[in-house]
């Protein structure tokens, strides 16, 4: 079944550091889309970056990047020099084909990183 | 500005009273997809759409109802709702295949 853990409950990280979000996925797939979320306090969903199990460069937008390496299955999410402003839950997710509910995502149960001034 | 909207942010209610989440998207996006987040259980589907008129069942569907009349609107109802549907719902968007779903601001419902 397809799966996602994230294996860090909670994080710390002092302000400007970078920090390293773990994410691995199971899937028989051969194509199929990963993702991460940011969620913060006040609850609304957004999203981050994404990767495409074919693409072969990591994906980076802006502070975000995608460690993404397909042998092992995991997806870490890398924040360079973090800010207060990135507290928050951290979801990994994954998206395979349309004849699975439509191309659902399947969630990770979340990191909830904090970050010390 | 793309986005999806949804209305209201946040719902008290009781019992067996019918209410109605919307949900619109300004992205021409043919899917669309209702979720529910719960501590603990993590976030699941409930509906979804592949495009106009084509709706279907997601992971928790009992107790919901959708329609998809108009490309950018997907609205979840709840007939007679249930204390056990107090939740956080997310309606999301996207074109189809493996791109990034992208979410409304989520609606808190509580129900007494």
């Known amino acids: 079944a397809q799966k996602i853990t994230q294996t860090q409950p909670g994080m710390f990280v002092q302000e400007k550091e970078a920090v390293t979000l773990d994410c691995t996925y199971d899937?028989?797939?051969?194509?199929?889309?990963l993702f991460w979320y940011k969620q913060p306090s006040s609850g609304e969903m957004i999203f981050l970056i994404y990767q495409g199990s074919y693409d072969e460069q990591n994906a980076t937008e802006g502070r975000y990047s995608l460690n993404f390496q397909k042998a092992r299955k995991s997806a870490n999410l890398v924040i360079s020099a973090s800010q207060l402003g990135d507290s928050a839950m951290y979801f990994c997710?994954?998206?395979?084909?349309?004849?699975?509910?439509?191309?659902?995502?399947?969630f990770g149960q979340g990191t909830e990183l904090s970050v010390k001034p | 500005e793309a986005q999806v909207t949804q209305n209201p942010r946040y719902l008290i209610t009781v019992t067996g009273k019918k209410l109605t989440v919307t949900c619109s998207q300004n992205m021409n996006h043919e899917y669309m997809s209702w979720y529910r987040q719960d501590p603990g259980l993590g976030l699941r589907q409930i509906y979804y759409?592949?495009?106009?008129?084509?709706?279907d069942k997601g992971d928790v569907p009992e107790g919901y109802k959708v329609s998809r009349k108009e490309k950018r609107n997907f609205p979840l109802i709840l007939e007679s709702p249930s204390p056990n549907q107090t939740s956080l719902y997310f309606c999301?968007?996207?074109?189809?295949?493996?791109?990034?779903?992208?979410f409304g601001d989520g609606t808190r419902l509580s129900i007494l």
């Open positions: 759409s592949m495009n106009v008129e084509v709706t």
């Open positions: 899937t028989s797939d051969q194509s199929y889309g």
């Open positions: 999301a968007s996207s074109t189809t295949g493996l791109q990034p779903q992208h």
């Open positions: 997710a994954m998206r395979e084909a349309f004849y699975n509910q439509g191309g659902k995502l399947i």
